[in-house]
Structure formats: structure tokens, C-alpha cells
């Protein structure tokens, strides 16, 4: 059973063409054509099941495009155009959309065939674009924390840190470590505080668990 394609294009070279690569798809049948998504001949479609359109509309007849989507509810859009356009991707982003593809950067041959991946099922995305479009969502992702070993330390340990920790390692008691390094009790417990926040743990077998960070484990890198 072949999936029906409805094609929106202004420009009527453009709209042939598309045509001629749907008609290289065995499985798509080219249903209807229009220049707008205000056309009666787009709301007015039977059952269409992938609604291609021209990238420039998306922006122009966003209301268009929104009122489409809920007359045809269970049709998928592609978005298509000259070159890659991140503002033509988000725009599209209210409705069911299955890719967008470039004239200019497939041959007529990748074009058919990309229609025929989202016929069945699928989604394309002109690489240029799909690029734009992770370099769009990566700069509203929050920063990656840095995972050692499956924890993940806020920064690195300082060379005292390190030493409270090994004393630590060694089972001594909070008391012990101050006498050790000859600082005071509540210095050791703001060391330890400092410890348990950067390792990403809530307890001293936490941190004794812990794999070294920072510049003392550099150096003993460096030494072995």
C-alpha cells in the first residue's frame, strides 16, 4: 500500500521536481500539490500521511501550518529548501515532524531516497542542518560535570585534602588527623566537608572509596 504524499511549494519548478523525486519512490503516491498551506486543496486532502513543505511557509503561515496539522492529524510533515535552516527546524517544531531536507545538498536520487526512509517509518534530517540543530541543543544543555570512576567531584582536591584523606584511608579518627597535622579539629571537619562535596559523597567510607583527584594524584601518576 503506497503512503500518500501531499506537496506544498510555491515556486512551480520546485514543486515539479519534488514531484518527479516522490514519483522515483515506489512506495509514495504524490496525492496533491498546492502553493500555500492555505490552499483548499491542503485542508481539503484525503488522507494524506506525509505533507511535504517548502521550508520558506513554516514562518510565513505558522497558523496555517498548526490548523494542518490538527485537520490531518495523523499525517507527519518534512520540511525542504535550498540550504540548511535551524530557524525553519524550530519553527516546524509544534507539529509531528519527520525531517528536513536540501535541494542544493542531496541529488535527486538522496532526495527519493530520503522520502522513502521517512515512508517507512523513518526520520531525515539534512546533515548540515542536523548539525546546527546539536550545536542548538548542546548550547541549552547544562554543563557536563566531570565522572571519575561514577562519582562526580565539583573540583579537584588540594594537596591538604589529599593528605587528610590517606589519613583517612588509614582509619585515624578526626582528633588523630589534627594531631597528625597539627591543625585544629575544626579545620580537619572543613577539610572533610570540602572532601565530601568534591567526591560527590556523604560519609568517610565514601571518600576512602574514592578514587585520588587533583594535584597529589598527579604527582604519584607521575611517580609511578
Do not use: W
Amino acid at each position: 500500500m503506497n503512503v500518500r504524499l501531499l506537496v506544498v511549494e510555491p515556486e512551480v519548478l520546485r514543486r515539479r521536481l519534488v514531484c518527479e523525486s516522490a514519483l522515483c519512490v515506489a512506495d509514495v503516491e504524490v496525492i496533491g500539490v498546492a502553493s500555500s498551506l492555505q490552499d483548499e486543496a491542503v485542508l481539503n486532502a484525503v488522507d494524506p500521511e506525509i505533507i511535504l513543505v517548502d521550508a520558506s511557509l513554516v514562518e510565513n503561515e505558522r497558523g496555517a501550518l498548526i490548523e494542518v496539522a490538527q485537520r490531518h492529524a495523523g499525517a507527519y510533515f518534512v520540511l525542504f529548501g535550498a540550504y540548511a535552516d535551524l530557524d525553519a527546524l524550530l519553527f516546524g517544531l509544534p507539529v509531528p515532524l519527520r525531517g528536513y531536507l536540501s535541494f542544493n545538498h542531496l541529488s535527486r536520487e538522496e532526495f527519493a531516497r530520503s522520502l522513502e526512509v521517512i515512508a517507512h517509518g523513518g526520520a531525515v534530517i539534512e546533515p548540515l542542518s542536523a548539525l546546527l540543530l546539536l550545536q542548538y541543543l548542546q548550547r541549552l544543555a547544562p554543563p557536563a560535570r566531570l565522572v571519575t570512576n561514577g562519582r562526580s567531584p565539583a573540583g579537584e582536591l588540594t594537596d591538604r585534602e589529599h593528605e587528610v584523606l590517606q589519613f583517612v584511608r588509614l582509619g585515624l579518627s578526626n582528633k588523630e588527623i589534627a594531631m597528625r597535622m597539627t591543625i585544629s579539629l575544626g579545620t580537619v571537619r572543613a577539610h572533610l566537608r570540602s572532601i565530601f562535596r568534591k567526591l560527590d559523597v556523604t560519609s568517610r567510607a565514601g571518600a576512602a572509596a574514592s578514587p585520588l583527584i587533583g594535584p597529589l594524584a598527579r604527582k604519584q601518576r607521575l611517580a609511578g
